[in-house]
């Protein structure tokens, strides 16, 4: 956070031009990740192992008599355009449309796309996609295959419902509404892969749910035909979730504890009151890979004014008695922090710990960020992450919020290039770089745990939002469209999974305090503007909000309190009362 660590140059070969659209994939369990549902195959067909993506794909089962077919029948539309891809391996792989076109490999080492475009025929409702292999040739191999198209009903089966709609939530339950389809004999909620309840009617009550868990459903109708294609998703999470304090609208900043970065160092109990949680920027690891997280307060040789370690736990507890929430904050732009083994993580979790304690501090920030998290390639899977420094993230992570209990406060500010670039590119499917959207898994499975998450809305290149547009930093429309796709949550490329949305109340956006805090700077009239647009529904100007309004939006964070002081307050001036002002 002290420089400019998103520059639009560190994305240029991602961000520059917006790929094509494209259609949903037609295709049930294209990445055979739930073996080979969906699908019919001949021979001694497996779905495991030496996957391109995700932990399994298709081995064909190949004989002297079989040439090892897996068919798939699916939904289309009459005199419609569509392009079927798959990743194949293996000789004599063949990839077709029954009927159709086909195309084929006669040898494949390694993985390797093939494609074939067709065009339904009139009234055309059903086709059928395969693959196979040729006699005794051996088992060949395909993963991640796709049916680029929108999909169409078969004779007789009903249409996909609407989403579902969230009504009454409790602590152990939630209830789902829908709209009747036309044909239904009735409905299943599913979650993921399992059905978590039937209905003849159009409503369900989810029951015997944790408090404070979050959770994603999608509806189908079915009858005797069959059932219909999955509704778009909803997600809702129940009551119980611990309140740790913090006003519904919150000013959040970062004070330089351990610098002065060129705007002069802020002592602890000259921190106004108006700010709401105060971040001690930052914890920093003795190398890279240790883990091992120490907080170093500024040296007087940098900081001529900074107080003693007395005066500072001191200010610490007045700030805290007054109802400020103090955080330790670790990575920032020179704290890489890569936990890559079981050791460096109980290291972290001990070393952590071990500050919390000594200062009597609320709770920690994550502010991972250059090259702290990544993803391995073929890390598709955002809900069931392997790789190491996510892994033991996400474990030391939850092994500290369980150890203080529910009044911790949980705070994260990842950069856009780590969490909203990743509905375009994610790192562990793209051949670019492999730390877009590295933070979702984290997110993810911390989400029950976590207080706010406060993305970085600045140092950051053009970034496509939910309206299949690119939004550059600087005016209320970024802050707009950024902070939406948190709320309403996005699909994750090239994985066929979508992120849910968070919570309101778990959402705040970042903004520069000043012009030399950092690239991105929003005048404050335009950060206002962004806050009404998103709280209230009004002056969004073009943009639709996917999420609806979110009177429960948490607030705003800053970097930092120390260059806020350095332009007379303006920031702080201008945005806690109107925070206050929100409904």
Not at 122 to 131: D, K
Not at 521 to 540: M, N, S
Request: charged share 15%.
């Amino acid at each position: 956070m002290r420089s400019i660590l998103f520059a639009a140059v560190l994305v240029a070969g991602l961000l520059v031009a917006a790929p094509p659209a494209r259609a949903a994939n037609v295709l049930a369990n294209g990445g055979f990740e739930q073996g080979l549902a969906g699908w019919t195959c001949s021979g001694d067909a497996a779905a495991a192992g030496a996957a391109r993506t995700g932990a399994a794909g298709l081995a064909g089962g190949v004989t002297a008599g079989d040439n090892g077919r897996c068919a798939q029948k699916v939904r289309v539309l009459p005199e419609t355009a569509y392009t079927l891809s798959a990743w194949v391996r293996g000789d004599y792989v063949h990839l077709g449309v029954a009927g159709g076109p086909y195309t084929w490999t006669p040898s494949a080492a390694e993985y390797t796309k093939l494609s074939v475009s067709f065009t339904t025929g009139p009234g055309q409702t059903e086709a059928e996609v395969y693959l196979h292999g040729w006699y005794g040739a051996g088992a060949y191999r395909a993963d991640d295959v796709e049916l680029d198209g929108p999909g169409g009903p078969l004779p007789g089966v009903p249409a996909a419902p609407g989403a579902p709609r969230v009504g009454a939530v409790t602590g152990g339950s939630i209830a789902l509404a829908w709209d009747a389809v036309d044909g239904a004999a009735g409905y299943r909620v599913y979650e993921g892969a399992d059905v978590r309840a039937s209905a003849t009617g159009t409503s369900a009550t989810l029951t015997g749910l944790d408090a404070c868990s979050t959770h994603t459903y999608a509806v189908v109708a079915y009858n005797d035909a069959g059932e219909s294609a999955r509704s778009a998703t909803a997600t809702g999470t129940t009551e119980g979730c611990a309140d740790v304090g913090l006003p519904k609208h919150a000013l959040i900043g970062y004070l330089h504890a351990s610098f002065a970065n060129g705007s002069g160092y802020v002592r602890m109990a000259d921190v106004p009151d108006a700010w709401d949680v105060v971040n001690l920027a930052f914890g920093e690891p003795t190398t890279p890979t240790s883990g091992d997280i120490r907080f170093e307060r500024c040296p007087a040789g940098e900081c001529p004014n900074v107080e003693s370690e007395e005066e500072f736990t001191a200010a610490v507890r007045a700030k805290q008695a007054r109802g400020t929430k103090v955080l330790l904050s670790i990575g920032g732009q020179n704290g890489q922090v890569q936990l890559t083994t079981a050791a460096a993580r109980d290291a972290f979790v001990r070393s952590v710990s071990a500050i919390i304690d000594r200062y009597g501090l609320d709770g920690l920030d994550i502010d991972f960020e250059g090259h702290s998290l990544y993803l391995d390639r073929g890390d598709a899977d955002f809900r069931n992450p392997t790789t190491p420094v996510v892994v033991n993230l996400v474990s030391a992570l939850e092994e500290l919020t369980a150890r203080y209990g529910d009044g911790f406060v949980l705070t994260m500010a990842p950069e856009t290039f780590f969490v909203q670039v990743g509905h375009q590119f994610y790192g562990g499917t793209s051949s670019g770089d492999n730390r877009t959207g590295a933070y979702l898994p984290v997110i993810h499975a911390l989400r029950d745990e976590l207080t706010v998450l406060h993305v970085q809305d600045y140092n950051s290149g053009p970034v496509m939002g939910l309206d299949g547009q690119y939004h550059s930093m600087g005016g209320a429309d970024f802050h707009i469209a950024m902070t939406d796709m948190l709320k309403a949550g996005f699909p994750v490329a090239n994985t066929g999974r979508t992120f849910p949305g968070l919570r309101p109340e778990q959402i705040a956006f970042g903004v520069p305090a000043a012009v030399s805090a950092g690239n991105g700077h929003t005048p404050p009239a335009q950060v206002q503007q962004a806050l009404t647009c998103l709280v209230k529904g009004q002056q969004c100007g073009s943009y639709e909000l996917r999420g609806g309004p979110s009177p429960a939006l948490r607030g705003l964070m800053t970097w930092s309190i120390n260059w806020d002081r350095y332009y007379g307050w303006e920031f702080m001036n201008a945005h806690e009362p109107f925070l206050n002002s929100l409904p």
